[in-house]
């Protein structure tokens, strides 16, 4: 195989990898928060009234109790909510990565741990991230 043959070939493979959807239905089996008032301490970490899927919202808090070297009780939920990200970057870009240039439905977590805001971003289907330079969702209000 000559180099122009394999580059396009690996090209062909990376965007249809990029293309490429989950199987089953994303809100299938996912249980929602109900809503609550944060409570003021306790054990748990304080959850705030939001959509966020339970086990989603307590794989971030775990992250980020990791990232903070804190306990995930000490950990303070500020924010969560559904929000639609205007690419596959789910408002993470990192500079020279590709994304699908489609709306992403997803949530916006914001924590508080030892005095630090984390931000994480998430798709439908559980996949989140740690956003150190957050951009606001597409169906963010915008200041004119």
Same mark, same amino acid.
């Given at each position: 195989?000559?180099?122009?043959s394999?580059?396009?070939?690996?090209?062909? !493979?990376?965007?249809?990898?990029?293309?490429?959807?989950?199987? +089953?239905? =994303?809100? &299938? /089996?996912?249980?929602?928060?109900?809503?609550?008032?944060?409570?003021?301490?306790?054990?748990?970490?304080?959850?705030?009234?939001?959509?966020?899927p339970?086990?989603?919202?307590?794989?971030?808090?775990?992250?980020?109790?990791?990232?903070?070297?804190?306990?995930?009780?000490?950990?303070e939920?500020?924010? !969560?909510?559904?929000v639609?990200?205007?690419?596959g970057?789910? +408002?993470? =870009?990192? &500079? /020279?990565?590709?994304?699908?240039?489609?709306?992403?439905?997803?949530?916006?977590?914001?924590l508080?741990?030892?005095?630090?805001?984390?931000?994480f971003?998430?798709?439908?289907?559980?996949?989140?991230?740690?956003?150190?330079?957050?951009?606001p969702?597409?169906?963010?209000?915008?200041?004119r």
């Amino acid at each position: 195989m000559n180099t122009p043959s394999v580059l396009a070939s690996l090209a062909l !493979a990376v965007a249809l990898a990029a293309c490429a959807g989950t199987a +089953g239905d =994303p809100t &299938e /089996g996912a249980s929602t928060m109900t809503p609550a008032e944060p409570t003021p301490s306790g054990n748990d970490p304080q959850l705030p009234v939001g959509e966020v899927p339970t086990e989603l919202l307590e794989a971030i808090v775990a992250d980020a109790a990791d990232r903070a070297g804190v306990r995930a009780q000490e950990i303070e939920v500020t924010a !969560a909510e559904r929000v639609t990200w205007s690419d596959g970057s789910l +408002g993470c =870009p990192e &500079e /020279g990565m590709a994304y699908t240039q489609a709306l992403v439905p997803g949530y916006r977590v914001v924590l508080e741990a030892g005095g630090d805001q984390l931000n994480f971003h998430s798709s439908e289907s559980g996949d989140f991230r740690f956003c150190e330079d957050p951009q606001p969702p597409a169906d963010a209000p915008v200041d004119r």
